[in-house]
Every structure is written in structure tokens, then in C-alpha cells.
């Protein structure tokens, strides 16, 4: 069965990355594919490459990065939730005359199109967090 998963909630006020995390790794250990990561919403924080957690906490996103390279996935930010949080790669750094970018390299920035694709192909599609 093919899969999508978007991801709505921060790292830092909610368990649903980290339940969205164990729950794709549980898909693929079945046979299952899984199609697409969406982070959206404060979800897309996930891809702030400027965060360091702290010594005794998992690092989420260099989990999610192990994740994307050890099984080729895809995984997408929605753009307009990204920079509207301050996580921008160099193009829209550029763009928005930042001197700096912070996304993080393995993860893209994308459109809800991106979103709508994985909808329409996916078999399933299943949400973490949000409100």
C-alpha cells in the first residue's frame, strides 16, 4: 500500500514528528511504501537546520534526514508555512533580502501542489498533529 504523511506540529510543543517518525519506519519495515513526508504548519520547523537539541533529547531532524537516505524518501516543507516561520532556503533568502538561509539541505521547499500530488497517488493518508 502506498503512503503519504503530513506532519502539522512542532518538535518543540508536540510528540506527533516523532510519532510520525515511528510510524513511517513502522510502514516501511512492513513492505509498505510511503510516497511523501509533508511538513506543514509549524511542522515545517523540523527543517530548521539551526536547531540543536540538547544533549539528552533525540535529534529529530537529523532523524528524519537518516530516515530520507537510508530508504530514498521524499521529503517536502510547504514553502509559505516555512518562511512565514523563518526556515528559507538561499533562493527565497534572496529574495526576501536575508543574509542568511536555514533550511535544512535534505529537506525541499515546495508548494501545496507538491501535497496534492501525494493525495491524489497515495492509497493512504495520515496526519500528525495540528489543531
Not at 2 to 30: G, H, M, N, W, Y
Request: with cysteine; hydrophobic share 40%.
Amino acid at each position: 500500500m502506498k503512503f503519504s504523511i503530513i506532519v502539522q506540529s512542532s518538535p518543540f510543543s508536540s510528540q506527533a514528528p516523532a510519532t510520525a517518525l515511528r510510524f513511517a519506519k513502522a510502514l516501511l519495515e512492513q513492505g509498505h511504501e510511503l510516497y511523501r513526508v509533508f511538513f506543514y504548519a509549524d511542522g515545517t520547523l523540523i527543517a530548521n537546520n539551526l536547531i540543536t537539541s540538547p544533549q539528552d533529547e533525540r535529534d529529530l531532524p537529523e532523524a528524519w534526514v537518516e530516515l530520507k537516505k537510508q530508504n530514498g524518501l521524499d521529503i517536502v516543507v510547504c514553502i509559505a508555512a516555512a518562511v512565514k516561520r523563518g526556515v528559507i532556503d538561499e533562493n527565497e533568502a534572496r529574495r526576501y533580502e536575508k543574509e542568511n538561509s536555514n533550511l535544512h539541505p535534505e529537506f525541499e521547499l515546495s508548494g501545496l501542489g507538491q501535497l496534492a500530488e501525494a493525495i491524489a497517488v497515495s492509497d493512504r493518508v495520515i496526519t500528525f498533529g495540528g489543531q
